[in-house]
């Protein structure tokens, strides 16, 4: 019966530190920087005055975030998509090229791993700019080292249409 106490209290003390020293460690990690390509999916564009059916614009972006504690977040996300195409915008035809999309984003960790983010932002272009929503949903895999990859899935929400977008991200932690 000692013989099964002892082992049990030594296995404990071996295995604390490890656990203490793995708590401290993701305390420490406050900042994340990602680069994130994707594909963002216009549902209807307009082409010589012609409806299509959608266009997807590939999309490069950057994001950063402050970690609160272990589930909440606040950042910044700036995307660019790199395309021109005409959407029907208050009964006129709106053209949009390279239009710079940020937000400020605060994110919610569901489970380790995935999370739901939302804030609102601003879609920049040189014909108009417009006020979005945006909602997404990601979730991270760790590479170790305190790099990711996550695949990501962002809705915007604009006064006339709706964007969605899928992307994959690889991000550092600091």
Same mark, same amino acid.
């Given at each position: 019966? &000692?013989?099964?106490?002892?082992? !049990? ?7 604390? /530190?490890? =656990?203490? =020293?793995?708590?401290?460690? *993701?305390?420490?990690? &406050? ?13 209807? @564009?307009? *082409? ?9 614009? /590939?999309?490069?972006?950057? $994001? ?5 504690? =272990? &589930? ?9 998509? +790199? ?5 029907? !915008?208050? $009964? ?16 919610? @960790? %569901? %489970? &380790? #791993?995935?999370? %739901? ?12 700019? +417009?006020? %979005? ?7 991270? !895999?760790? +590479? ?6 996550? /695949? ?6 604009? =006064? *006339? ?5 899928? #992307? ?7």
């Amino acid at each position: 019966m &000692k013989f099964v106490l002892y082992t !049990f209290m030594l296995f404990l003390l071996c295995v604390t /530190p490890f =656990q203490a =020293q793995e708590a401290i460690q *993701e305390k420490e990690i &406050k900042h994340n920087v990602a680069l994130v390509i994707g594909l963002t999916h216009i549902p209807q @564009t307009l *082409e010589d005055g012609e409806t299509l059916n959608s266009q997807n614009i /590939p999309t490069i972006g950057v $994001d950063y975030f402050y970690h609160f504690n =272990q &589930k909440w977040r606040l950042g910044v996300v700036v995307d660019i998509e +790199l395309g021109k195409y005409e959407v029907e !915008f208050n $009964d006129e035809n709106l053209k949009r090229e390279t239009a710079v999309v940020t937000g400020v984003m605060a994110g919610y @960790t %569901i %489970i &380790k #791993g995935w999370s %739901i983010l939302a804030g609102p932002g601003v879609e920049f272009e040189r014909n108009k700019n +417009l006020f %979005i929503l945006r909602l997404s949903t990601e979730y991270e !895999f760790e +590479l170790g080292k305190n790099w990711g990859l996550y /695949p990501s899935f962002s809705y915007d929400f604009k =006064q *006339e249409y709706g964007t969605y977008s899928f #992307g994959i991200g690889g991000s550092k932690g600091f």
